[in-house]
């Protein structure tokens, strides 16, 4: 059996308009789109939750930035709507900060119906062996892997799973020690059957609106 974590079936246009219609207030002003998602509070905790350390003072806006700025060039990558096996839309994105060089990530829209982020290894071209961006200057190129990228996210959102299996609702939290941000993992309750799952994390988004509450498939 396969669990699809993204909602299939979604046309482009679809997700184009989910992210212009996002809105978030700065400074007492509604601001919306692209902009509005990446720095909204669950977008940015959802980032990190990668493990990559990035910023996102800068991010493509088009769909081409290899002529752009020479600190911003992406090889071997696009940013942009894109159509996966012909049912995921996403919309690929390279950002960093000012010292940094960019890494990528892409927009969907996830299994709930809400916008969320993934942030490829595979294909990608950031520090490995420190799991953050290069600084800029410390690598004279970068090159990147597109379809490695595209392979590593559809084998992400279709996860294959055993019929002996149980339903674990939790959520993603941290903390913060010594200024350091320290994510784990909070397990709410464990059940047989799917709908149970679900009907107990609608109860539970309920207590907790402030939570993006999950559903994790394990093997017994």
């Not at 993992?185 to 464990?190: D, E, G, Q």
């Not at 149970?196 to 994790?216: H, T, V």
Request: proline share 3%.
């Amino acid at each position: 059996m396969i669990i699809n974590k993204a909602k299939i079936n979604v046309t482009i246009d679809e997700l184009k308009k989910r992210i212009d219609d996002f809105k978030i207030i700065e400074a007492g002003e509604s601001v919306y789109g692209l902009y509005a998602f990446i720095w909204n509070d669950q977008t940015q905790f959802n980032l990190k939750r990668s493990g990559v350390r990035f910023g996102c003072e800068n991010y493509t806006d088009c769909e081409d930035m290899n002529d752009e700025d020479e600190q911003f060039r992406t090889p071997g990558f696009r940013a942009g709507y894109e159509l996966i096996k012909n049912m995921i839309p996403v919309r690929w994105v390279a950002a960093g900060n000012d010292s940094d060089m960019p890494v990528c990530f892409c927009v969907y829209i996830n299994a709930y119906d809400e916008l969320d982020v993934y942030v490829p290894c595979n294909g990608n071209d950031y520090n490995k062996k420190e799991s953050r961006a290069y600084y800029y200057g410390e690598k004279d190129k970068l090159e990147y892997n597109q379809d490695e990228m595209r392979k590593e996210f559809f084998n992400y959102i279709q996860c294959k799973v055993e019929m002996d299996i149980e339903y674990h609702v939790g959520y993603d939290d941290y903390k913060v020690e010594n200024d350091e941000m320290k994510f784990f993992t909070v397990i709410c309750n464990t059940f047989d059957k799917p709908k149970d799952a679900e009907k107990y994390m609608q109860e539970q988004q309920k207590r907790m609106p402030d939570k993006a509450l999950w559903i994790q498939i394990k093997r017994k």
